[in-house]
């Protein structure tokens, strides 16, 4: 951890915003480490002008005020009105000055504070928005979580220099956690945003997403989903002792899958559920058949002889036998879209 974060650290305290003895908490706080991880990959600097997208908390827009210094400015965005309402509220109790907070689809940034010299995001958008990059300063940064395939969950963190073309440059790809970031408040934590193909609500909700959506359109992925709901072949798979490792090792391997199988004609397959068990997993499908790895070690498939499951399974002494590679060993290419770019990911 540099100085200047170590630094904001101290001086800002985390219990004021993310458990305040009048203003409570909120849903979701992003992990300690994972902060100061994700705020060394953005290379803040004092006297900087920064635009955060994901206000949440507050406490990471006030370590950005903090680090950026009386000579620098923050513009903190969210999309919810409470989040914002009071982050401000906290903020002004600490007497924080230099930073702005705008209810608003961050999406759209906020060109009338920018330009900027670093943008920071906190919540994945499919794709780095058209509107960051030609808010960004040239030689600028951004630093944010992103889809890498059109698979829900399938979400790494990208860090891209904008050069004097106003386009992204030299991305870098590295482990990341975030809800996904829509253009309307999210209420269904349980069911990701995007690429989701089919799912289930009521007492037991679950979803599937599948990358064959297109291409074999006389599949149905609501039967897929049903395969692994109903799952008739179950395997534990150990990658650690440690719950805490078992979780990192699998989402190695989820960016293992991601980077093998590519973003086009590719049967990679999430699967998920929600309230009471929260599974996630990856894997494959076809139409036909279907295998997932749970982020817990359980290989669930359609039956034990499923093509999926002997396919997931090669896959995975395939990632043994490379040492267990994640996001970091995986390459990322910039592809210009619509409204922005993609990252998509390869070995």
Same mark, same amino acid.
């Given at each position: 951890?540099?100085?200047?974060?170590?630094?904001?650290?101290?001086?800002?305290?985390?219990?004021?915003?993310?458990?305040?003895?009048?203003?409570?908490?909120?849903?979701?706080?992003?992990?300690?480490?994972?902060?100061?991880?994700?705020?060394?990959?953005?290379?803040?600097?004092?006297?900087?002008?920064?635009?955060e997208i994901g206000t949440g908390t507050g406490y990471t827009g006030a370590l950005l005020a903090d680090m950026v210094g009386a000579d620098g400015h923050v513009v903190s965005?969210?999309?919810?009105?409470?989040?914002?309402?009071?982050?401000?509220?906290?903020?002004?109790?600490?007497?924080?000055?230099?930073? =702005?907070? +705008?209810? !608003?689809?961050?999406?759209?940034?906020? /060109?009338?504070? &920018?330009?900027?010299?670093?943008? $920071?995001?906190? @919540?994945?958008? =499919?794709? +780095?928005? !058209?509107?960051?990059?030609?808010?960004? /300063?040239?030689? &600028?940064?951004?630093?944010?979580? $992103?889809?890498? @395939?059109?698979?829900?969950?399938?979400?790494?963190?990208?860090?891209?220099?904008?050069?004097?073309?106003?386009?992204?440059?030299?991305?870098?790809?590295?482990?990341?956690?975030?809800?996904?970031?829509?253009?309307?408040?999210?209420?269904?934590?349980?069911?990701?945003?995007?690429?989701?193909?089919?799912?289930?609500?009521?007492?037991?909700?679950?979803?599937?997403?599948?990358?064959?959506?297109?291409?074999?359109?006389?599949?149905?992925?609501?039967?897929?989903?049903?395969?692994?709901?109903?799952?008739?072949?179950?395997?534990?798979?150990?990658?650690?002792?440690?719950?805490?490792?078992?979780?990192?090792?699998?989402?190695?391997?989820?960016?293992y899958c991601v980077g093998r199988e590519g973003a086009q004609r590719s049967n990679l397959t999430a699967f998920g559920t929600g309230e009471p068990d929260w599974v996630t997993a990856i894997g494959f499908s076809s139409g036909n058949n279907a295998a997932?790895?749970?982020?817990?070690?359980?290989?669930?498939?359609?039956?034990?002889?499923?093509?999926?499951?002997?396919?997931?399974?090669?896959?995975?002494?395939?990632?043994?036998?490379?040492?267990?590679?994640?996001?970091?060993?995986?390459?990322?290419?910039?592809?210009?879209?619509?409204?922005?770019?993609?990252?998509?990911?390869?070995?």
């Amino acid at each position: 951890m540099s100085d200047l974060i170590s630094t904001a650290v101290q001086a800002v305290p985390r219990q004021h915003y993310t458990n305040h003895p009048e203003l409570g908490s909120v849903p979701q706080s992003t992990a300690q480490a994972a902060i100061e991880r994700d705020l060394a990959r953005a290379a803040i600097e004092p006297g900087m002008r920064v635009m955060e997208i994901g206000t949440g908390t507050g406490y990471t827009g006030a370590l950005l005020a903090d680090m950026v210094g009386a000579d620098g400015h923050v513009v903190s965005i969210d999309i919810d009105p409470s989040l914002t309402d009071r982050a401000g509220k906290l903020h002004a109790e600490r007497g924080v000055s230099n930073l =702005t907070l +705008i209810t !608003a689809d961050g999406h759209q940034g906020a /060109s009338e504070h &920018g330009p900027y010299d670093v943008i $920071v995001g906190w @919540a994945t958008p =499919t794709h +780095i928005p !058209a509107a960051w990059v030609a808010q960004c /300063s040239p030689g &600028g940064r951004i630093a944010t979580p $992103v889809y890498i @395939a059109p698979v829900a969950r399938t979400v790494g963190h990208v860090t891209v220099t904008v050069n004097n073309e106003a386009a992204p440059i030299d991305p870098k790809l590295g482990p990341a956690v975030y809800i996904d970031m829509g253009d309307e408040i999210n209420t269904t934590l349980g069911i990701p945003l995007f690429y989701v193909d089919a799912c289930t609500a009521g007492d037991s909700p679950a979803w599937v997403s599948v990358a064959w959506r297109d291409t074999t359109p006389e599949h149905d992925p609501s039967d897929t989903l049903a395969m692994l709901k109903h799952a008739d072949f179950s395997q534990k798979v150990v990658f650690s002792n440690l719950e805490r490792d078992q979780a990192s090792r699998w989402r190695d391997f989820r960016a293992y899958c991601v980077g093998r199988e590519g973003a086009q004609r590719s049967n990679l397959t999430a699967f998920g559920t929600g309230e009471p068990d929260w599974v996630t997993a990856i894997g494959f499908s076809s139409g036909n058949n279907a295998a997932v790895l749970t982020a817990e070690g359980q290989l669930l498939g359609n039956r034990e002889d499923s093509p999926a499951v002997a396919k997931l399974r090669d896959v995975i002494k395939e990632w043994y036998d490379a040492d267990r590679p994640g996001l970091d060993a995986v390459q990322a290419d910039l592809t210009a879209h619509i409204d922005g770019w993609l990252v998509t990911a390869r070995i």
